[in-house]
T-cell receptor, first 115, second 114 residues
Framework: DAKTTQPNSMESNEEEPVHLPCNHS???????IHWYRQLPSQGPEYVIH???SNVNNRMASLAIAEDRKSSTLILHRATLRDAAVYYC????????????????FGKGTLLTVNP | DTGVSQNPRHKITKRGQNVTFRCDPI?????LYWYRQTLGQGPEFLTY????????KSRLLSDRFSAERPKGSFSTLEIQRTEQGDSAMYLC????????????FGQGTRLTVV
């Protein structure tokens, strides 16, 4: 599995933007970049995913570097409810065979949001 | 549909006892996954079902572990002769068929072996 590297922890203030980085220098051309987050005492929750172009949804934005070797999850205005562990995961397309259906989690980034 | 449901939420058992956990996926999701998570670590993949067929088992899953998904609906994960090292959060997730669909996770079953 292609690996990702994330900082162990980050801190933010409420209502400020947060940029969570992820390095994935060994990404292959067919790997999608997925982000999940896990709130305390909860199962992981899907946040966003992308392949090459930047992506936006109601939860966050995903900025993907031109060479795809890194990406950044952007929370535009952090709230206290955004405090969680954020996981950056690479996964191949599900219809390309192999074991692409499973998610391989690292340790993620623990985001603390200060009031 | 209220999402992926797991029961029980917590289980305390004595070493050597058998335990069984249940997962009810989102209806119509044909893919179902079990993961295990220990403190400070990300979830680790255990096994995967597509409909009723168990298509992959991780090397983490010893012979004491067995999972089933009869009729391709709910799934059970059984641990026989539990050991203290089995203490963890057991997470179930489901997803639909598609080129790159998201996985929906349950809240997990926290197992404590004493």
């Amino acid at each position: 599995d292609a690996k990702t590297t994330q900082p162990n922890s980050m801190e933010s203030n409420e209502e400020e933007p947060v940029h969570l980085p992820c390095n994935h220098s060994t990404i292959s051309g067919t790997d999608y970049i997925h982000w999940y987050r896990q709130l305390p005492s909860q199962g992981p929750e899907y946040v966003i995913h992308g392949l090459t172009s930047n992506v936006n949804n109601r939860m966050a934005s995903l900025a993907i570097a031109e060479d795809r070797k890194s990406s950044t999850l952007i929370l535009h205005r952090a709230t206290l409810r955004d405090a969680a562990v954020y996981y950056c995961i690479l996964r191949g397309a599900l219809n390309s065979g192999g074991s692409n259906y499973k998610l391989t989690f690292g340790k993620g980034t623990l985001l603390t949001v200060n009031p | 549909d209220t999402g992926v449901s797991q029961n029980p939420r917590h289980k305390i058992t004595k070493r050597g006892q058998n335990v069984t956990f249940r997962c009810d996926p989102i209806s119509e999701h044909n893919r179902l996954y079990w993961y295990r998570q220990t403190l400070g670590q990300g979830p680790e993949f255990l096994t995967y079902f597509q409909n009723e067929a168990q298509l992959e088992k991780s090397r983490l899953l010893s012979d004491r572990f067995s999972a089933e998904r009869p009729k391709g609906s709910f799934s059970t994960l059984e641990i026989q002769r539990t050991e203290q090292g089995d203490s963890a959060m057991y997470l179930c997730a489901s997803s639909s068929t598609g080129s790159n669909t998201e996985a929906f996770f349950g809240q997990g079953t926290r197992l404590t072996v004493v």
